[in-house]
């Protein structure tokens, strides 16, 4: 048996302090418009969304608002992204074992 490895089940996180508009903001909607790659964009803002988010949702994306202080260290901050990641790695994770990774 022949391990056959995979690269479309990686999720790649962008986080920032909100989705609402500016020059970060602006690129992680293009990001979202043009990905083309087998990997799946998850875009987390620890604050609230606006512009950004709704562009990145109107094009099919995947957005996640905490809705909590941005401040640094904000350990609310920290648990949610802790469970955002955990349950997205345990989904992933589940998914995978679903599907056949060796082949004969």
Same mark, same amino acid.
């Not at 920032?16 to 043009?34: C, H, M, P, Q, Y």
């Not at 994306?61 to 202080?69: A, F, I, R, S």
């Given at each position: 048996? =022949? *391990?056959?490895?995979?690269?479309?089940?990686?999720? /790649? *996180?962008?986080? *920032?302090?909100?989705?609402?508009? $500016?020059?970060?903001? !602006?690129? =992680?909607?293009? @990001?979202? %418009?043009?990905?083309? !790659?087998?990997? #799946? #964009? !998850?875009? /987390?803002?620890? $604050?609230? $969304? $606006?512009? =950004? =988010?709704?562009?990145?949702?109107?094009?099919?994306?995947?957005?996640?608002?905490?809705?909590? %202080?941005? !401040?640094?260290?904000?350990? %609310?901050? @920290?648990?949610?992204?802790?469970? /955002?990641?955990?349950?997205?790695?345990?989904?992933?994770?589940?998914?995978? /074992? #679903?599907?056949?990774?060796?082949?004969?």
């Amino acid at each position: 048996m =022949a *391990f056959r490895k995979t690269m479309n089940n990686i999720n /790649v *996180f962008n986080v *920032f302090t909100s989705l609402d508009f $500016g020059g970060v903001e !602006s690129r =992680a909607s293009i @990001i979202n %418009k043009n990905n083309t !790659s087998t990997t #799946q #964009q !998850s875009f /987390v803002a620890i $604050g609230s $969304g $606006g512009k =950004a =988010a709704e562009a990145i949702i109107n094009n099919n994306g995947n957005v996640t608002l905490l809705m909590e %202080k941005s !401040s640094i260290p904000s350990l %609310k901050a @920290i648990i949610s992204l802790y469970k /955002v990641f955990k349950k997205k790695i345990l989904t992933l994770y589940i998914l995978e /074992v #679903q599907r056949p990774i060796f082949m004969a």
